[in-house]
């Protein structure tokens, strides 16, 4: 999947980011985000950021405390092996990061969920809600110490986790389509008393899980800055006949437009 996203700092502690990732390939993918500030669906998003701590502690030392919010809507709808397409609608993200920063050292915690509506098309389908958790622990090497323009090169940890609950659809578009759709019979069929009368068709091949580890890097240079990040699954409980995940990767080119006092 490639991601461009476009972030503007309309004030020195409140930023706003736009995103519309899209899929290479049209395959099923896992559901959740693939980093606290990006979908790991194809989803435009819209996402506002306010510092609302930042406080030195001491010379190129300080403690930073971040709150996201933001909502996406579909770009694709993706195919799945268990019945047609979910009728996925837009939804609402929130996080909330803490970190401490120096020029030697990075620690840094948060957390995010997303939930997903289910209003506008008149269908019950649902897409997984998600919550997201990481812990990234950062050293920069004293040889690697410089400042602008020149290269600056920080090395990190990372362990994230996440949950992922079930998704459900419609039960009266399947029963149209299970014949010759591919649609599961087998679902678990429950009633859904706040949706009024209607029943739902919980997917057991949805949700699950799991814990990630491993490295990642962050080399500014000039207007450039490049990352990359490889986790390794620790603990991966996926639901149903889902293939597990074993590793997770992504890779970022940044520019920065606008230089000098902007």
């Known amino acids: 999947m490639i991601s461009p996203k476009y972030s503007?700092?309309?004030?020195?502690?409140?930023?706003i980011s736009i995103s519309a990732p899209f899929h290479l390939?049209?395959?099923?993918?896992?559901?959740?985000?693939?980093?606290?500030?990006?979908?790991?669906?194809?989803?435009?998003?819209?996402?506002?950021?306010?510092?609302f701590l930042h406080k030195l502690t001491?010379?190129?030392?300080?403690?930073?405390?971040?709150?996201?919010?933001?909502g996406s809507a579909t770009t694709q709808s993706l195919p799945r092996t268990d019945g047609p397409p979910l009728e996925r609608e837009?939804?609402?993200?929130?996080?909330?990061?803490?970190?401490?920063?120096?020029?030697r050292y990075y620690l840094s915690?948060?957390?995010?969920?997303e939930h997903y509506g289910q209003w506008s098309s008149g269908k019950l389908d649902h897409q997984s809600d998600s919550l997201l958790t990481s812990v990234v622990?950062?050293?920069?090497?004293?040889?690697l110490d410089h400042d602008y323009p020149k290269p600056d090169l920080r090395f990190f940890w990372e362990t994230t986790g996440d949950r992922i609950g079930r998704a459900w659809r419609d039960a009266t578009a399947t029963a149209t389509?299970?014949?010759?759709?591919?649609?599961?019979?087998?679902?678990?069929?429950?009633?859904?008393?706040?949706?009024?009368?209607?029943?739902?068709?919980?997917?057991?091949n949805s949700g699950g899980k799991g814990i990630y580890s491993g490295p990642t890097f962050l080399l500014t240079y000039r207007n450039m800055a490049f990352q990359s990040g490889f986790l390794v699954s620790l603990w991966d409980q996926r639901n149903g006949t889902q293939p597990a995940e074993r590793f997770q990767a992504v890779v970022g080119v940044s520019y920065f437009f606008f230089g000098g006092k902007r």
């Open 109 to 113: 915690a948060g957390a995010g969920y």
């Open 90 to 103: 837009p939804n609402v993200y929130g996080a909330l990061a803490a970190a401490h920063i120096s020029r």
């Open 58 to 70: 001491g010379v190129a030392t300080r403690n930073e405390a971040t709150f996201y919010l933001g």
């Open 177 to 204: 389509t299970a014949g010759g759709g591919g649609g599961h019979i087998h679902e678990a069929l429950i009633r859904q008393s706040a949706s009024g009368s209607s029943d739902v068709i919980v997917l057991p």
């Open 137 to 143: 622990i950062g050293w920069r090497p004293p040889f």
């Open 25 to 51: 390939n049209h395959g099923e993918h896992p559901v959740g985000r693939f980093s606290g500030t990006m979908p790991g669906n194809p989803e435009a998003e819209a996402l506002l950021a306010w510092r």
């Open 8 to 15: 503007y700092g309309w004030k020195e502690n409140l930023q």
